[in-house]
């Protein structure tokens, strides 16, 4: 580390950058992190955790409700929102806590400021600067808004988690897992939900048969989808928000939250008088091994817009720290990687969607189930639970694994250990299933669906 202060230092203390620089302390590394707002980063302050939170709160509304089919006489419950936000905010504090005592554990310095880059080694802090041999940019990402009159009369996914009191209506603007996740919330909160899309469906990029089958719940729970749909403006009247539609329909609600698209928040960060390359939204290009095109500066997670999750962040910045100063070069694989969707009901998929699987293999065969589960018979829920495998013809492997129901994430990732050890269909069908649960359907399925050709045909 000859002439720098730092070996490795980070701009970000979000999870990928918080997780890198640990690791690199765990090397032997001195390391240095800046953070201009608190240390957790998306996932623990605006996002994962947070959302999880309120997911979780909104979930009680249907245990209430499908108790007295099993017995329970429930006095009618009352919900306190502003309750909730407080014993959220509380929560995230203390995971504040564990992060900066974390990384002070670590040995990482802690920069509370505002980074910018000056040149390869040398980051201006505001009222100070330091110098690193190699500069590791973790940044994440951000809410963008489309440029509409009244769009200031919108929010985000970040006031939507701080909302002082819970509306009466809202409209939320976005088919994506954003816009889905607080639908639900919000619908079984008792708030009236009218979801805008600008396309047909849910979920774009997820398999057809998922965005289907999610389309339909959402709707059985009484969430307003209005598809095809652009807003155009968004006016204040009186105490209503009117967002009017390029048909011209307005809707009108208490509040209207747009969440149709993030951005990586490398704006001021000084890397393009670097030649630090990036595209239009700001997405850093990076190579198999996070680097940039200036040598020594890295960037991982959100920053880079590669697949935007918390644990590939944070495996990114593993994978990178462990090449550096780990003497185990180390690349990511971005393929097979697990995701969830915590809507209502919860989503979950691994591998390719059957659209994907056609396109890259000759032959493939797809088994696919919809079922209402046992808790249902007596609840008298009329919600149903749809799962899918992508199988190639000639290896029998399966190539995808996807789920609409309870506990689908948590199912998911069993799934995707099989999938990530090439597991077959017969493989899967010689296990044994655990029953009576909803699990087991995936080892049971044995009807291949018809060709869409043959489909067609009938």
Not at 76 to 85: A, G, R, S
Not at 90 to 100: A, P, S, T, V
Not at 162 to 169: D, S
Not at 431 to 443: D, R, Y
Request: hydrophobic share 45%; charged share 25%; aromatic share 6%.
């Amino acid at each position: 580390m000859a002439g720098y202060d730092f070996d490795l230092f980070t701009i970000g203390a979000g999870s990928g950058g918080v997780a890198g620089s640990r690791r690199a302390g765990s090397h032997g590394a001195k390391v240095g992190i800046a953070e201009s707002v608190r240390v957790g980063g998306t996932c623990v302050l605006r996002g994962c955790v947070p959302k999880k939170l309120l997911v979780y709160a909104a979930h009680f509304a249907d245990d209430f409700a499908d108790a007295a089919g099993f017995g329970w006489t429930v006095a009618q419950p009352e919900f306190d929102w502003p309750l909730l936000i407080a014993n959220k905010d509380r929560e995230l504090d203390r995971l504040n806590g564990i992060y900066l005592k974390l990384l002070a554990e670590s040995g990482v310095e802690l920069f509370e400021a505002r980074a910018r880059l000056l040149d390869a080694h040398t980051i201006d802090l505001g009222k100070t600067r330091v110098t690193a041999e190699r500069i590791l940019i973790a940044t994440g990402g951000h809410p963008v808004l489309p440029q509409i009159p009244g769009i200031e009369h919108a929010i985000t996914s970040n006031e939507a988690l701080a909302l002082p009191e819970l509306p009466r209506r809202i409209t939320i603007v976005g088919g994506g897992y954003i816009a889905v996740e607080f639908a639900g919330i919000f619908n079984a909160l008792g708030v009236e939900v009218t979801l805008v899309l600008r396309g047909e469906a849910v979920l774009r990029g997820f398999d057809e048969d998922v965005r289907l089958a999610l389309g339909l719940e959402l709707a059985g729970r009484g969430i307003a989808i209005k598809a095809g749909t652009v807003g155009t403006r968004i006016d204040q009247r009186g105490s209503e928000l009117v967002l009017t539609t390029r048909a011209g329909e307005e809707i009108a609600a208490d509040r209207v939250l747009y969440a149709t698209g993030r951005a990586p928040n490398t704006r001021g960060l000084g890397l393009e008088a670097l030649g630090v390359l990036s595209n239009e939204k700001g997405a850093i290009a990076v190579d198999e091994w996070s680097e940039t095109a200036v040598p020594g500066i890295f960037a991982v997670g959100d920053a880079t817009d590669r697949l935007n999750l918390t644990p590939v962040a944070i495996a990114e910045a593993r994978a990178l720290v462990d090449t550096l100063f780990g003497g185990n070069p180390t690349k990511f694989e971005h393929s097979g990687v697990p995701s969830a969707v915590f809507s209502s009901p919860p989503v979950a998929t691994v591998g390719l969607t059957e659209a994907q699987a056609r396109s890259r293999y000759r032959h493939i065969d797809v088994y696919r189930t919809r079922f209402r589960p046992m808790k249902h018979t007596l609840s008298g829920r009329e919600e149903r639970i749809m799962m899918k495998l992508v199988v190639e013809r000639e290896s029998d492997k399966v190539l995808g694994c996807h789920m609409v129901g309870p506990d689908a994430a948590e199912i998911i990732q069993g799934l995707a250990i099989a999938l990530k050890c090439g597991a077959t269909k017969r493989q899967f069908d010689q296990t044994v299933g655990i029953h009576p649960t909803a699990a087991e359907e995936f080892v049971t399925m044995r009807e291949k669906l018809a060709e869409p050709a043959a489909a067609a045909a009938e």
